[in-house]
């Protein structure tokens, strides 16, 4: 079964329906400057860009930590194959 397409089409599903449910409100939303106001604008619309933005603004982290890891493993894999063994194995 293909249950990534499966799981998408869910996904899919439950935001259209979110979507569809809030058509009809709407919010200003005010910037820093009082003159810069965008009115009526879908409840939606600012949900999915205030999601968009968290994804971008947390992406350099994971991509940090994941860099870091992986130098980490490379950094220990490199110590265990230059330590010095006993030609047989004894400690």
């Keep these: 079964m293909p249950w990534r397409l499966i799981s998408f089409f869910l996904v ?3 935001f259209l329906v979110f979507i569809l449910s809030n058509l009809g409100n709407r919010c200003d939303i005010s910037f820093i400057n009082p003159q810069w106001i965008l009115k009526d604008v879908p409840v939606f619309i600012t949900v999915f860009v ?3 933005l968290g994804m ?3 992406t350099p982290l994971i991509i940090a930590a994941r860099f870091k890891k992986t130098k980490k493993t490379r950094l220990q894999a490199h110590a265990e194959t230059n330590s010095p063994e006993p030609p047989n194995g004894d400690a």
């Design 12 to 14: 899919f599903s439950v």
């Design 56 to 58: 971008i603004c947390s």
């Design 50 to 52: 205030s999601f968009l």
